[in-house]
């Protein structure tokens, strides 16, 4: 019967798509006489800066397809603020790859790699969502799992890293690094380091899974997967890129060419300004410092805990009750915050706090806390 839904449409693996379930209390928090405060989601709110906007608009008369390996001018960008930015050192240029947002590679990963339901992708306890929504696109199996001894004799195919993490905020120590990187080159699986938080730390100091102190300067197996999202407010523009072991590049450059999975010219030109240039940077950092420093106080006077947090946009926070009950409860004062479970069921007491609000709107919730 035309338009009936056939029993194995893609959309049949997938969960319900966690914030529509968010309505109740966004109207809650809408209600409130000065409106809504959104901490639920972490989107820039910043302008992005006017070199990088140039850069877009400076590029918007090429008429030509763009290149699915990026211009020799980004990936030279890329390699270069990853070794200034984050000490990545010994990475060439056709081991980079520009990708259409970093959400956009780890939705498709897993299928780009050629997974399928042979194979276990295993991912954090606590994690993005779309980690579990790649594998299910794959039809691969999965496993939640923050510790080696949990994956016990199996061998998964992809094992992915999230340091600094969403929602927590945990940055994953040297040992830990090294040793997953290890477990992993023994048995033939590709770690995958999810990094789009890396240039946001506060009381810890984050590695890539490609620091040379990490892998010992051999990329083999590892990608890491950054974002101008964050660190640039380009959220709006869908710009990020994978960098790591050149075969597993390749692989992904050859797939992304016959999909078409390209990142448009003007946003190339757009990124290469943005990681040539680092006092922007610096400035964004700062500023959610700033914010960061004025609702952290605020959080933890009102009676909540604040876990890990050390890192990323976020305070993961607990009132010890059910993350729902929280949410209400600060839906009552006009805040809107994420409940916890939408990363896993140990998120189930606690609640995910953006940094990503302006000054005004960030004063606003820490007078509504007291």
């Not at 035309?2 to 968010?22: E, I, K, M, Q």
């Not at 993490?165 to 477990?183: E, F, Q, S």
């Not at 896993?344 to 709107?361: C, E, F, I, K, S």
Request: include cysteine; proline fraction near 7%.
């Amino acid at each position: 019967m035309p338009g009936r839904a056939h029993p194995n449409r893609v959309s049949a693996r997938l969960p319900v798509f966690p914030w529509d379930t968010l309505a109740e209390a966004t109207a809650t928090a809408w209600a409130h006489p000065d409106g809504i405060v959104d901490l639920s989601v972490g989107t820039p709110v910043d302008p992005v800066a006017p070199l990088i906007q140039q850069a877009l608009a400076g590029a918007g008369f090429e008429p030509g397809y763009p290149t699915t390996a990026g211009t020799a001018a980004l990936r030279a960008a890329i390699v270069g603020s990853l070794a200034r930015r984050y000490g990545i050192t010994g990475l060439p240029e056709d081991a980079v790859l520009p990708v259409i947002g970093t959400k956009e590679l780890i939705a498709w990963l897993p299928t780009l790699l050629g997974l399928g339901a042979a194979d276990l992708v295993v991912v954090p306890e606590l994690a993005y969502p779309t980690y579990d929504v790649g594998a299910r696109l794959a039809g691969t199996r999965v496993l939640a799992a923050d510790s080696l001894t949990q994956i016990g004799p199996q061998r998964p195919a992809l094992l992915y890293l999230n340091s600094p993490a969403n929602p927590t905020g945990r940055v994953l120590g040297i040992d830990h690094l090294r040793k997953v990187v290890g477990w992993a080159r023994e048995r033939g699986v590709i770690v995958a380091s999810d990094e789009c938080y890396l240039g946001l730390a506060w009381d810890a100091e984050p590695l890539s899974v490609l620091h040379p102190s990490v892998c010992d300067g051999d990329h083999t197996g590892l990608l890491a997967i950054h974002s101008l999202s964050k660190t640039s407010s380009l959220a709006g523009y869908r710009a990020g890129f994978v960098a790591g072991d050149r075969a597993l590049v390749a692989e992904l450059l050859a797939v992304r060419k016959h999909a078409g999975m390209i990142v448009p010219t003007p946003v190339q030109a757009a990124m290469v300004a943005a990681l040539d240039d680092d006092e922007h940077e610096v400035l964004q950092r700062q500023r959610y410092a700033a914010r960061r420093a004025r609702l952290l106080p605020a959080v933890t006077a009102a009676g909540f805990t604040v876990d890990h947090s050390e890192a990323g946009l976020y305070l993961w926070a607990s009132r010890d009750e059910p993350c729902r009950d929280t949410v209400d409860w600060l839906a009552a004062r006009g805040i809107l915050a994420a409940p916890g479970e939408f990363y896993g069921p140990r998120g189930a007491r606690h609640v995910r706090m953006a940094l990503t609000a302006t000054d005004q709107r960030i004063d606003a919730a820490v007078a509504r806390l007291v």
